[in-house]
């Protein structure tokens, strides 16, 4: 296990040398309006993949809102019901995102347009705003750009939202994996 910004020292038998790679953590934060019931979902099954991946040591991973009504708030019981069933689980509270969530992550993954948008009036500059991307952009065969808000649907909308996170989640994941050389 190497700490964020540790190192990690190769050693090959048939040279005998030793080569030295800084160690960087990849940083996401996934984001939607409340954080109780699409950014939780995207959060616990990105962990999920990336545990199946044994990439844990590799990511830190969170989610936000970037409204404060649900400020401490589990994942709504409709997604904790829908991953449970799925075999996964939702265990983040809510939060609101605040503009120094930009300092502290290299990826800030919205949910729609609207959290975009939201986002990049929290941001102080361009660097800020670059970190700014929609998750189903990781998805290939998306038929739109948002995840829908399943909040004041049936058990359907929270279905629904569970597959496109996770469709998003395997594209990022596979996205960060070759980016980052993981």
């Given at each position: 296990m190497v700490?964020?910004?540790?190192?990690?020292?190769h050693k090959?038998?048939?040279?005998?040398r030793?080569?030295?790679?800084?160690?960087?953590m990849?940083?996401?934060?996934?984001?939607?309006?409340g954080?109780?019931?699409?950014?939780p979902t995207?959060?616990g099954?990105?962990?999920?993949l990336?545990?199946e991946a044994?990439?844990?040591?590799?990511f830190?991973?969170?989610s936000?809102g970037?409204s404060g009504?649900?400020i401490?708030?589990?994942?709504?019981?409709r997604?904790?019901a829908?991953?449970?069933?799925?075999?996964f689980e939702?265990?983040?509270?809510?939060?609101?995102f605040?503009?120094?969530?930009?300092?502290?992550?290299?990826?800030?993954?919205?949910?729609?347009?609207e959290?975009?948008?939201?986002?990049r009036?929290?941001?102080?500059?361009d660097d800020?705003?670059?970190?700014i991307?929609?998750?189903r952009?990781?998805?290939l065969?998306?038929d739109?750009?948002?995840?829908p808000d399943?909040?004041?649907?049936g058990t359907d909308?929270?279905?629904?939202?569970f597959?496109?996170?996770?469709a998003?989640?395997?594209?990022?994941?596979?996205?960060?994996?070759?980016?980052?050389?993981?």
């Amino acid at each position: 296990m190497v700490p964020d910004g540790g190192l990690r020292v190769h050693k090959q038998r048939e040279e005998r040398r030793v080569s030295i790679t800084l160690m960087h953590m990849v940083r996401v934060c996934f984001v939607c309006l409340g954080n109780i019931c699409r950014s939780p979902t995207a959060e616990g099954v990105f962990q999920h993949l990336v545990a199946e991946a044994n990439l844990e040591d590799h990511f830190e991973i969170d989610s936000a809102g970037t409204s404060g009504w649900h400020i401490g708030d589990q994942a709504d019981g409709r997604s904790r019901a829908e991953a449970a069933r799925r075999g996964f689980e939702l265990t983040s509270r809510s939060r609101r995102f605040v503009r120094d969530d930009f300092d502290d992550f290299d990826l800030v993954v919205a949910m729609d347009g609207e959290n975009v948008a939201e986002l990049r009036s929290f941001a102080r500059h361009d660097d800020d705003r670059s970190k700014i991307v929609l998750l189903r952009t990781f998805d290939l065969e998306a038929d739109g750009e948002d995840v829908p808000d399943p909040y004041y649907g049936g058990t359907d909308g929270f279905r629904n939202v569970f597959d496109i996170c996770e469709a998003g989640c395997r594209g990022l994941l596979e996205t960060l994996r070759r980016d980052h050389g993981l």
